[in-house]
């Protein structure tokens, strides 16, 4: 079955330090995969997709993500944080015969000044 | 970007009233989604639609129901309001046909608590 694995809870980091948060899929095609950001009390916000080519990707807020296929993963990077960037991290899959989006956990990014 | 809407934003109810969360989008959008969210969890698909007369149930099963008369609108109800129905419900909608993959642009969720 497709999964998707964040494996840090929270991670803390100081303002203007870089930023790597963890993202491992199981799925046996390609899949499409995405970064969302939720701010506490809203909605999901889109940060990036991957769906085909560059395997770098850019998205809003000065992130970017890589899709490695021989590691499974998407990891999110930013070289420099900002305190606003403290809010719940979500990757996700779209995948299965359906393409509904298969989500990880979510990763809480607190800030330190 | 596509605008989408949930009201209430808050809500407590006492256990066995029945309520209804609305969504509503703006961009004409066929395909439309409500989440389950709990905090540390991931999110869980409770039902679905790819268009007007379309419904279908999630990944998660739910004691709620859903319509989809119109396009914009995507309400979910529930009977009988019980404490376990507490947890945020997050609404979303994407663009394209059945058996594509396409970015989903969420509402703000409604937060519901159940005495």
């Known amino acids: 079955a497709q999964s998707v694995t964040q494996p840090d809870i929270h991670i803390t980091v100081s303002e203007g330090a870089s930023l790597e948060l963890r993202c491992n899929y199981s799925y046996g095609a390609t899949p499409y995969l995405f970064w969302y950001v939720q701010s506490p009390g809203q909605g999901l916000q889109l940060l990036l997709k991957y769906f085909s080519g560059d395997t770098l990707v850019q998205g809003i807020k000065g992130f970017e993500a890589e899709f490695k296929r021989s590691q499974s993963s998407f990891n999110l990077r930013k070289p420099s944080v900002h305190w606003s960037d403290a809010a719940e991290y979500f990757c996700?899959?779209?995948?299965?015969?359906?393409?509904?989006?298969?989500w990880g956990a979510g990763t809480k990014l607190i800030i330190k000044p | 970007e596509a605008d989408i809407y949930q009201t209430p934003r808050y809500l407590v109810i006492g256990t066995g009233k029945k309520i209804t969360l609305e969504c509503s989008q703006t961009m004409g959008h066929d395909k439309m989604y409500w989440y389950q969210q709990d905090p540390g969890m991931e999110l869980h698909l409770i039902h679905y639609?790819?268009?007007?007369?379309?419904?279908e149930k999630g990944d998660l099963s739910s004691e709620s129901t859903v319509s989809r008369i119109r396009t914009e609108h995507f309400p979910l109800t529930l009977e009988s309001a019980r404490p376990s129905h507490t947890s945020q419900y997050l609404c979303?909608?994407?663009?394209?046909?059945?058996?594509?993959?396409?970015?989903?642009?969420f509402g703000p969720g409604t937060r519901l608590t159940v005495t």
């Open positions: 639609s790819y268009g007007v007369n379309s419904t």
């Open positions: 996700a899959v779209g995948a299965g015969s359906n393409y509904q989006l298969i």
């Open positions: 979303a909608s994407s663009p394209g046909p059945r058996g594509s993959v396409q970015i989903q642009y």
